[in-house]
């Protein structure tokens, strides 16, 4: 219990500091771009034209809505977390007491092994997807405060509105509005992340090596940030399902067609290039054969 609260506080924590990132990121993935293109320096020092970064679109929104405006939607963000680090702790803690065994016919695995890496993955991945199902209606309520501040709405307002909104307007269909792909999303990226790491640490890494367990929390530190950028489509179409045909500007044309599934989204991003938008919040490259349309602050 005291592990599981000391969990939650500094989730909490972490969640308050990076809210702004995450509320910048979200606008970006819907295409909202309220600032124009700017001259300015690649990487290997070129002139280019960019995108306004992290900073600037954070200046902007300061300007508009103050400081806090950097904050929208970071009361359902903290319940989600919250709950999720409860639910998340209870079902792994559970799947530990009944001694689970996905492989090796319940005899316990040897640590480091493969059927040991396949054991504890499922059952992570088992955690991590009843604690994103119990608290993605959390997450959906999230992200319609976020998109909120394109057409200026205050449809969303607080946390028991929203959800008395949601429920009136969609019904509790309406609360898991890009569900699946998030599961998806969640499922690969685990199972990337550990299998990638396994392979690297029992045929990279030797065991005499010194500093061995430093290189393996690198390993999986590296794994988990590539098996994150090649399931970042998934997060996007979820986002942008979660908030599509919703009554907000930002889930409606011209910013987005009606998607009557994540798979028409999925395949509309494809198509326009766009399967990377809001990934990268610096350096931001101007999308190809797109022209910036200042009336609706947006690349079309």
Not at 25 to 42: A, D, F, I, M, S
Not at 69 to 94: D, E, M, W, Y
Not at 170 to 194: H, Q
Request: hydrophobic share 40%; aromatic share 10%; net charge positive.
């Amino acid at each position: 219990m005291a592990d599981t609260c000391g969990q939650v506080l500094l989730g909490s924590g972490l969640t308050v500091l990076s809210h702004p990132l995450m509320y910048i990121k979200v606008l970006v993935q819907v295409g909202h771009e309220p600032l124009p293109p700017t001259l300015g320096r690649n990487l290997f020092g070129r002139q280019v034209y960019q995108l306004p970064g992290l900073f600037a679109y954070a200046k902007h929104i300061i300007k508009i809505d103050g400081k806090s405006g950097l904050f929208n939607g970071l009361a359902p963000r903290l319940c989600a977390g919250t709950i999720g680090t409860i639910v998340h702790s209870r079902v792994l803690q559970k799947s530990q007491e009944s001694k689970f065994e996905v492989v090796g016919g319940g005899q316990k695995a040897e640590e480091g092994s493969l059927q040991h890496v396949v054991n504890e993955t499922t059952r992570e991945m088992i955690a991590r997807s009843c604690a994103t199902i119990v608290t993605h209606p959390f997450h959906v309520i999230t992200l319609r405060c976020m998109v909120q501040f394109i057409g200026r709405e205050a449809k969303y307002s607080g946390v028991f509105d929203s959800v008395i909104t949601v429920y009136r307007e969609e019904g509790i269909l309406g609360f898991f509005a890009g569900l699946i792909p998030r599961l998806l999303g969640d499922v690969l990226s685990l199972w990337i992340c550990n299998m990638l790491a396994h392979l690297i640490n029992t045929y990279a890494i030797d065991d005499s090596m010194s500093h061995t367990s430093e290189i393996k929390n690198c390993s999986q530190a590296v794994t988990g940030f590539l098996a994150s950028m090649l399931t970042y489509p998934f997060v996007l179409v979820s986002n942008l399902m979660a908030v599509n045909n919703c009554g907000l500007a930002g889930g409606l044309p011209p910013y987005a067609p009606i998607y009557p599934t994540w798979l028409d989204c999925w395949s509309h991003l494809s198509r326009e290039g766009n399967m990377s938008r809001g990934n990268s919040l610096f350096f931001r490259k101007l999308p190809v054969g797109k022209t910036y349309a200042i009336d609706q602050k947006r690349f079309f």
